[in-house]
């Protein structure tokens, strides 16, 4: 445990646990002095199965630097990040350091503010097609951090890219370890990591888009007849530009939340490396696909509990004793 916090460290370390990670795995450690945030990747808590290369726990890893950025810079204060600070250390995905006074954007208040507010929500949205302004919003806050995204807005493209959701999940239906996996991420009751059962959605009755954390149990539901789907993708795939990717994903995902939009994910063709390929192929090969998910207006949902920032914060000193 660390000894005196400043109160921006404490509730930026609040903010950043609430980044989004798959099967909410919470895949991080901050090792803190009192002007820098570490983000270390715990590899302890990468998925074997479906995240073998860590690209998807970087991604999370990247959504909570962008919630400690928007959270330092809410509370007045300037920050400095570098990326890979220590070549030999590769866990050490980033370093924040404070800087002086700042005053905060109209964009960064209103995403701190968005930060408590966005959750996964996996039920069907309603079939409100989501404006052209906001979908300009959402774009440009992926090349704001570096990325793109792609909108599959015409229907042959989200047809095809629905395919490869489709094979892809069952494909992973197939994999025991897969399988596993997730039912060991599957909490029937209240835990601080994992993904709860109420946070699942229904069955798709179309099927076109398959979810994960489905209740099997209840009806299944007609989801969005027309769903607006993204894919997120870089120019290149090195481990540091899933950071970034991690970076620009939150972004748009906070950018949606302020714009009252909901969101929820399908990473089945980005786990499969050779499915992860084809969509790279059918996205006319611009850039690599890092995360895809769907946008719309959702009923209200539920959001899944994180561990408390004493058991992912620890004093850098401490970590570096031998
Ligand atoms: C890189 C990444 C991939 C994810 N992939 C999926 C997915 O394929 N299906 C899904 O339902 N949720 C997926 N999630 C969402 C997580 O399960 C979710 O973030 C986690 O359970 C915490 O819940 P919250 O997003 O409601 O805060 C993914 C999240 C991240 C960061």
Redesign the pocket.
């Known amino acids: 445990m660390v000894l005196t916090r400043s109160q921006v460290v404490v509730d930026a370390l609040r903010a950043a646990v609430?980044a989004?990670?798959?099967?909410?795995t919470q895949p991080w450690i901050f090792e803190l002095t009192p002007d820098t945030i570490d983000v270390v990747l715990d590899e302890s808590r990468v998925l074997g199965a479906c995240d073998p290369e860590a690209r998807?726990a970087r991604?999370?890893c990247g959504?909570a630097l962008l919630n400690l950025r928007l959270a330092i810079a809410a509370a007045g204060r300037g920050s400095e990040v570098e990326l890979a600070p220590e070549r030999g250390r590769v866990s050490l995905l980033a370093r924040v350091t404070l800087g002086p006074r700042h005053r905060p954007t109209v964009t960064e208040r209103r995403l701190a503010a968005a930060i408590p507010r966005?959750?996964?929500n996996?039920r069907p949205f309603t079939d409100e097609p989501v404006p052209l302004r906001v979908r300009t919003a959402v774009r440009e806050a992926a090349r704001d951090e570096g990325a793109r995204l792609v909108l599959l807005d015409e229907a042959g493209l989200l047809e095809a890219t629905a395919g490869l959701i489709r094979r892809a999940d069952h494909l992973q239906g197939l994999d025991a370890a897969f399988r596993r996996e997730i039912r060991a991420w599957t909490r029937q009751t209240a835990e601080d990591d994992g993904?709860p059962a109420y946070?699942g959605g229904p069955r798709s009755a179309g099927g076109l888009l398959p979810?994960?954390?489905v209740n099997e149990d209840g009806a299944p539901r007609v989801f969005e007849q027309d769903p607006l789907v993204a894919v997120l993708t870089m120019p290149n795939d090195a481990p540091v530009s899933q950071v970034r990717a991690g970076c620009a994903?939150q972004r748009v995902l906070l950018t949606a939340t302020d714009a009252g939009l909901s969101a929820?994910?399908?990473?089945?063709p980005i786990e499969i490396t050779a499915v992860r390929a084809e969509l790279h192929d059918l996205l006319g090969g611009a850039g690599h696909p890092q995360?895809i998910f769907r946008l719309g207006y959702g009923y209200p949902g539920v959001?899944?509990p994180r561990r408390p920032i004493e058991a992912v914060a620890r004093d850098r000193r401490e970590a570096e004793r031998p």
């Open positions: 609430r989004p990670s798959p099967h909410n998807e991604l999370a959504a966005r959750y996964s996996r993904v946070a979810g994960r954390y994903m929820s994910f399908y990473s089945q995360t959001k899944t």
